[in-house]
């Protein structure tokens, strides 16, 4: 997307607009969930579920700051509820079902209002019927504009996703037991923006705010650029304090399900030479996910030129007085059967938190796996007792890596932390968001099966 377009699209007060140009106007229009189509190999995928009959769910634009209005509107005969991933605003917008509202019947409209307080790259998706919602596609990725310009020529969103596809392009399960009981199943498209290696053009040699999003159910992306100068600037929606080395093909960068990155990329000077966005995949040589084209005479900016974007308000935690609070992801000592109200079963539980499978969505009187008390700091022991990999995500606040077993860990705020095998991390927040909060795994299949609960801040 052009500068132009995106000036456009931010500076109407919560509007939106999409990939394919879709917009919608404040108070006029509704987010409708709607069957969709689209041709996602050769021939075209039905069945798949979207804002549009035709198109991804497109990018929704927000101020920092200011409000945001989300009217949702259900049109399919499952339920579902939409949850802003990464976003600190009110509880009760927060999209979970049974914890923070009902689950959306068909017909329903939802009306989600609240004012994004930090700016950076955020994603929404179902939070009822997730995995099939998911994994058909209601996958979109959400800007937060700083109130002031950063300083770049243009932006490109990158949604990197897959999907579970046979040879006609019908969807397979989205999830198998074996895969729920490992590392989730994978699906066989790899898709940026729902295309297969798409090009988008940039003004040569102008300064381009990537925002790359793994919006995955189960893939951990392996990333790295190639054929141009760039930085990492944001993290997980938060800017950076700090400098990172950019990934490279020995040393890619693990983003996890959820996980954002927003690269500053200085477009190739010379006319049709590209930047390219790689991801290492099992068993594969380095996949080709994404280019950015140099187009036209170059502007001849330097990455040198941008000022550092401007922190997000996160309180930081008082480290001497933080309490701690201990968690164990692992497997199920015996699988209880789940009870997910409305919002889609899988059937059986495998994972758990502190030796206990979540009971469900619809769970009544399960208590919180912690109480923190609002405005205290506390540190959280994250500790990994499986040989899979598990992007540990807690709703509504933000938090610090502080040290891990296994790695040296920057101190990037973030959302959701990557635990990987045997791994034991500690992070640190300040409770100051009040509500039940959403603690699980981001890989969906794990989600599902008992990875998950809840935190209370009181
Ligand atoms: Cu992105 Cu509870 O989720
Ligand atoms: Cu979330
Ligand atoms: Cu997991």
Redesign the pocket.
């Known amino acids: 997307m052009k500068r132009r377009e995106f000036l456009l699209g931010s500076g109407a007060a919560a509007g939106a607009l999409g990939l394919g140009g879709f917009g919608l106007a404040q108070g006029t229009s509704e987010l409708t969930i709607q069957p969709a189509s689209f041709a996602l190999r050769d021939t075209v995928t039905t069945g798949m579920v979207s804002l549009s009959p035709n198109a991804p769910p497109p990018v929704l634009y927000g101020k920092q700051g200011e409000v945001m209005r989300l009217p949702v509107r259900n049109t399919l005969s499952e339920y579902t509820a939409i ?5 600190r605003i009110a509880n009760n917008m ?1 999209g979970v079902p049974y914890l923070t509202q009902m689950p959306l019947g068909e017909g329903e409209v939802f009306n989600y209002e609240f004012t994004p307080p930090d700016a950076g790259t955020y994603w929404y998706h179902p ?1 009822c019927m997730t995995m099939e919602q998911m994994a058909h596609g209601l996958t979109g990725v959400m800007v937060i504009a700083e109130p002031e310009d950063p300083g770049f020529d243009s932006e490109q969103v990158i949604n990197l996703r897959d999907f579970r596809l046979d040879e006609d392009g019908a969807f397979l399960p989205a999830y198998t037991q074996r895969g729920a009981a490992r590392a989730g199943t994978f699906g066989n498209v790899h898709t940026a923006n729902w295309v297969q290696g798409p090009v988008y053009d940039h003004a040569a040699g102008s300064l381009v705010r990537l925002r790359v999003v793994n919006t995955d159910t189960t893939r951990i992306y392996k990333l790295h650029l190639e054929g141009g100068d760039a930085r990492i600037i944001a993290w997980d929606g938060h800017p950076l304090e700090i400098n990172i080395p950019m990934p490279n093909t020995d040393e890619p960068l693990l983003v996890g399900p ?1 996980q954002r990155v927003d690269f500053a990329v200085a477009m190739r000077g010379d006319e049709g030479r590209s930047v390219a966005l790689m991801a290492k995949l099992p068993g594969q040589p380095h996949k080709l996910m994404a280019q950015l084209r140099a187009i036209g005479p170059s502007a001849s900016r330097d990455l040198q030129e941008l000022r550092p974007l401007p922190v997000n308000p996160v309180a930081k935690p008082d480290l001497t007085n933080a309490e701690l609070h201990e968690f164990v992801f692992g497997w199920t000592p015996e699988g209880g059967e789940p009870n997910n109200g409305f919002c889609g079963s899988l059937g059986y539980n495998f994972w758990s938190i502190n030796r206990n499978p979540w009971p469900g969505d619809a769970a009544q009187g399960v208590g919180p796996l912690a109480t923190l008390e609002i405005g205290k700091s506390y540190v959280l022991r994250l500790r990994n007792e499986s040989p899979n990999l598990h992007p540990i ?4 606040l933000a938090f610090v890596p502080l040290r891990s077993n296994l790695r040296q860990l920057p101190p990037l705020m973030t ?2 932390m990557l635990l990987l095998k045997d791994e034991v991390v500690e992070i640190a927040l300040v409770a100051d968001n009040p509500g039940d909060w ?1 603690f699980h795994c981001h890989v969906i299949e794990h989600q599902k099966t008992g990875l998950t609960g809840f935190i209370r801040v009181v």
């Open positions: 949850h802003w991933h990464g976003m927060d939070h959820g995500h807690l709703h509504g959302d959701t959403a």
